[in-house]
T-cell receptor, first 113, second 119 residues
Framework: AQSVSQHNHHVILSEAASLELGCNYS??????LFWYVQYPGQHLQLLLK??????LVKGIKGFEAEFIKSKFSFNLRKPSVQWSDTAEYFC???????????FGKGNQVVVIP | DTAVSQTPKYLVTQMGNDKSIKCEQN?????MYWYKQDSKKFLKIMFS???????INETVPNRFSPKSPDKAHLNLHINSLELGDSAVYFC??????????????????FGPGTRLTVL
């Protein structure tokens, strides 16, 4: 079964700072990778996803993530955060043909105006 | 126009009661899911239905019984509620059974969640 690790569960930064959230997964085969965001009191929304092709994926709201197969990683980045990026961020993975989506424990990001 | 909707949004109840949470999706998706998010925000899949058939049943107490009257609805009934059932329950749906999706994978779309508090 796949498992997902996210580090630095609590991140506090100022507006305009750069953000990088780490995500590592443990599964030896082909994977689909996702980043979801949960704004305070809201449901999970898809930020971006990787299935195949270019390992640098661009998502909504200026976010991007890079799949590095050799490191089993799918880190999320944003060059300049805004106060509205305050949210919980979840990395998730599943294997093609298997809809068991395994989530990491999330990163709580607080952006100070 | 909400894609995946859940009712109620909040549910507060006493231990031992039986309650239901409803989920509906208007995306035309074939597969629906229930997830539980605990107090530490950890999300774990509970059930998955594809075209009204149970596909995934994780190690969930049999007090939890999902019911899918049609492929647009997946309800969750919980008997004899316990304190440990307090959590946020999310419904989700996806287009096709993974592996048959045209983009090589599948994306799950989540509902707004139901915050269940058992007293």
């Amino acid at each position: 079964a796949q498992s997902v690790s996210q580090h630095n569960h609590h991140v506090i930064l100022s507006e305009a700072a750069s953000l990088e959230l780490g995500c590592n997964y443990s599964y030896g085969g082909t994977v689909n990778l996702f980043w979801y965001v949960q704004y305070p009191g809201q449901h999970l929304q898809l930020l971006l996803k990787y299935f195949s092709g270019d390992p640098l994926v661009k998502g909504i709201k200026g976010f991007e993530a890079e799949f590095i197969k050799s490191k089993f990683s799918f880190n999320l980045r944003k060059p300049s955060v805004q106060w509205s990026d305050t949210a919980e961020y979840f990395c998730a993975v599943n294997a093609p043909g298997n809809n068991r989506l395994a989530f990491g424990k999330g990163n709580q990001v607080v952006v100070i105006p | 126009d909400t894609a995946v909707s859940q009712t109620p949004k909040y549910l507060v109840t006493q231990m031992g009661n039986d309650k239901s949470i409803k989920c509906e999706q208007n995306l035309g998706h074939d597969t629906m899911y229930w997830y539980k998010q605990d107090s530490k925000k950890f999300l774990k899949i509970m059930f998955s239905y594809n075209n009204k058939e149970l596909i995934i049943n994780e190690t969930v107490p049999n007090r939890f019984s999902p019911k899918s009257p049609d492929k647009a609805h997946l309800n969750l009934h919980i008997n004899s509620l316990e304190l440990g059932d307090s959590a946020v329950y999310f419904c989700a749906s996806s287009q096709e059974w993974p592996g048959f999706s045209s983009d090589g994978g599948d994306t799950q779309y989540f509902g707004p969640g139901t915050r269940l508090t058992v007293l």
